[in-house]
């Protein structure tokens, strides 16, 4: 019968991924990470710090993992070629899950150094972290202010948003500890502190890794409901049955679909061709957020001919 194909949905950005949009953006939080990272490291090295040493390691990963999370845009947004006809978007996803590893390596370091100080503290002056402690607080609330659009549209730049947000909450743990010390003088608030940071980075970590994985095993978006989709495309007159239906994501904002649908009637002829793909488009356009859907339309027992069909 032939097939069809349109945007169903709001096209990729002629400018790139969804992530590319915020390179300017990523470059700032990469050169305050930096400065941060220095700060932090003079400031454990003078204090002796185990949470803003902690902190600061966090801080390293933060400046790989938005650097890493720029060279995927840049890698992204390369033409495709004819071997990868996709092009090379996948890699902001891959950047996503690489950060994820650096955050869970990080937070393992932090709770095994963080024991071993529990055990033997050592003493921290409170005054002096309070400082850095603000200092990195100040810092990174500037870097998610930056990286809050953004995180919401790009699975890249969620990963570079989360390992900030990560480290705003080690700086708040590092600045809550510095005053039980100048307070009580309990010493083991340092690497209680360090442990919350540690804990802290776990959760949303395992939530973005699983969304990095659902994109590379091509699960069907969250928000697009495969029977809702296949009881739409039913619906419209001329339409006997769908199969071989996919929706899968080649990355943050770029969903896509493909179908293979049964017709009958007027449907068969060259004008009703026409008329049910653009009522396929529209309906998919109208009611999903897919960035581009191809279909292939099919006389009753056409299916019988297909090597491998999926239901």
């Not at 100080?117 to 850095?132: A, N, S």
């Not at 339409?239 to 969903?255: A, F, K, N, R, Y």
């Amino acid at each position: 019968m032939g097939a069809g194909h349109q945007h169903g949905g709001p096209s990729p950005s002629p400018r790139g991924t969804a992530g590319a949009a915020y390179r300017g953006r990523l470059r700032i939080a990469l050169a305050i990470a930096a400065l941060l990272l220095v700060a932090e490291l003079v400031g454990s090295a003078l204090t002796g710090s185990l949470a803003l040493l902690a902190d600061a390691g966090h801080v390293a990963t933060d400046t790989i993992g938005i650097a890493m999370a720029l060279l995927a845009i840049h890698v992204a947004n390369r033409p495709a070629g004819e071997r990868r006809t996709f092009g090379y978007a996948r890699m902001e996803i891959l950047a996503a899950l690489a950060n994820c590893l650096l955050l869970l390596g990080v937070g393992g370091y932090i709770l095994f150094e963080a024991v071993g100080r529990l055990r033997e503290p050592t003493e921290v002056p409170g005054g002096q972290t309070i400082l850095f402690g603000l200092l990195g607080l100040a810092l990174n609330g500037l870097s998610l202010a930056l990286l809050m659009r953004g995180q919401r549209e790009s699975l890249n730049v969620r990963g570079a948003f989360l390992e900030v947000a990560a480290d705003t909450l080690g700086s708040l743990a590092v600045v809550a500890a510095a005053l039980v010390v100048l307070v009580t003088g309990w010493q083991g608030a340092d690497p209680v502190a360090s442990l919350l940071i540690a804990l802290m980075i776990v959760p949303r970590t395992v939530k973005l890794a699983r969304e990095a994985l659902d994109v590379l095993l091509e699960a069907a978006p969250r928000d697009v409901s495969i029977p809702e989709v296949r009881a739409h495309i039913l619906r419209l007159p001329g339409v006997e049955d769908v199969h071989d239906l996919h929706v899968w994501t080649i990355t943050s904002g770029m969903p896509v679909l493909s179908a293979h649908v049964v017709v009958g009637g007027e449907a068969l002829d060259a004008p009703g061709h026409e008329r049910m793909l653009r009522d396929l488009q529209s309906c998919l356009g109208t009611h999903f957020d897919v960035a581009h859907c191809t279909f292939q339309l099919e006389p009753s027992g056409h299916v019988a001919h297909e090597a491998g069909v999926c239901d």
